[in-house]
């Protein structure tokens, strides 16, 4: 049974920075492209960033220059680094993995992770 964990969200004031974590078990993800996703209360669920197998990565443009992804296949386990967050990044961060970088991209990937919260305010 695939599984994805994500951790590392929590509280931090404008201007700060977190680290989210994207473990997972029962697949081994190197071929596959690692998406975060984002949702706000009362908003649609939004695409943040994607990472394919050969380290590409695409941002949406609120988080450019913001936000880092990154992947470590060793550990089977992808990153978002977040810096300089604001009030507008409030929000529950998922992580996804498929095999194809357009379903990735539509939202539409095969395996979900449960989400962690992220909350940004002073």
């Known amino acids: 049974q695939v599984q994805l964990a994500e951790s590392g969200g929590g509280w931090v004031q404008p201007g700060g920075s977190l680290k989210l974590s994207c473990a997972a078990s029962?697949?081994?993800?190197?071929?596959?492209?690692i998406g975060w996703f984002r949702q706000a209360p009362g908003k649609e669920r939004e695409w943040v960033a994607q990472?394919?197998?050969?380290?590409?990565?695409y941002y949406t443009n609120s988080v450019k220059d913001r936000f880092t992804i990154s992947r470590d296949n060793a550990k089977n386990t992808a990153y978002l680094q977040m810096s300089s967050l604001n009030v507008e990044d409030t929000a529950t961060y998922y992580c996804?993995?498929?095999?194809?970088?357009?379903?990735?991209?539509?939202?539409?990937?095969?395996?979900w992770g449960q989400g962690t919260q992220v909350t940004v305010s002073s």
């Open positions: 990472i394919t197998e050969t380290a590409v990565t």
């Open positions: 996804a993995a498929d095999t194809d970088s357009w379903t990735m991209r539509q939202g539409s990937a095969n395996y």
């Open positions: 029962g697949r081994t993800f190197e071929k596959d492209v």
